[in-house]
């Protein structure tokens, strides 16, 4: 794809598209980065929430994809973590070819089931399966943003540790934050689980007892949701409080 043309299709209404400039962009595993955009005039979001990119070529092709939001909802930046689709249409663009000062379109923020505020006090449980981590990120960076003391858990199922995202932040002692991790192709020598896909045994482990009622985010591909949100209602998670996102291979 050319250049963007970013220019006068930016229209009205409530999610109208947003010229978004590109500030930063920083490595988050082997196949992923993180971009950071400046948007003036950007509403805010809840942890959770996702947005639609749109990139126009100076020929007026245009496509668009749906990325959760990776930052705090305290954030003035909008950061979007993009993991590269190896055969896609826009994340190699934006992991390639965007370059610094670039500008792209924003419409949202989008969707008011899948979030996290802090006025929540419950337990919460976070479930992701590769970049499926992003919303969940969102929602441990606004609690951290917050001082926010609601007890957190999160079992992140990755193919191996080259691919994990937020590695280095994950690392940092976050109080309050208990972190499991699930690989399913390839272990590190220092873990004790052999690779696997994520059992009924380690959401028991890692996550809360039904008992406490959390409420349990899951996200990531349909199969992996699929298969998680079912462990978690036999382990006798109330169906009512389990809250899912899942996203296809086009975005």
């Not at 954030?75 to 993991?83: C, F, H, I, K, R």
């Not at 957190?152 to 937020?166: A, C, D, G, K, M």
């Not at 009622?213 to 462990?231: M, N």
Request: hydrophobic letters at 35%.
């Amino acid at each position: 794809m050319a250049r963007t043309a970013v220019s006068r299709r930016l229209g009205g209404g409530p999610l109208r598209w947003r010229a978004a400039r590109l500030t930063d962009r920083r490595i988050e595993s082997e196949a992923a980065r993180t971009l950071v955009f400046e948007v003036p005039g950007w509403p805010g979001h809840v942890a959770g929430q996702h947005l639609d990119v749109r990139l126009t070529a100076e020929d007026g092709y245009s496509t668009q994809r749906s990325y959760s939001v990776a930052s705090a909802a305290e954030d003035e930046n909008v950061e979007l973590t993009v993991q590269r689709v190896s055969d896609g249409e826009v994340s190699p663009y934006l992991l390639d070819e965007l370059a610094l000062g670039d500008l792209v379109e924003l419409r949202g923020p989008v969707g008011g089931w899948f979030v996290w505020r802090p006025e929540q006090t419950e337990p919460v449980l976070l479930v992701g399966g590769g970049s499926g981590l992003v919303p969940l990120m969102a929602m441990v960076r606004t609690r951290r943003a917050v001082g926010s003391r609601t007890p957190f858990r999160l079992v992140y199922s990755v193919r191996s540790p080259e691919y994990q995202l937020f590695a280095s932040e994950l690392r940092q002692g976050d109080p309050g934050l208990d972190k499991a991790y699930v690989y399913t192709r390839s272990a590190p020598p220092e873990s004790s689980r052999p690779p696997g896909r994520v059992t009924a045994s380690d959401l028991s482990s890692a996550g809360w007892p039904p008992d406490f009622e959390p409420t349990c985010y899951v996200c990531g591909s349909t199969g992996f949701v699929e298969k998680a949100a079912g462990l978690l209602v036999a382990l006798g998670h109330h169906p009512g409080r389990i809250r899912t996102e899942r996203f296809g291979p086009s975005g």
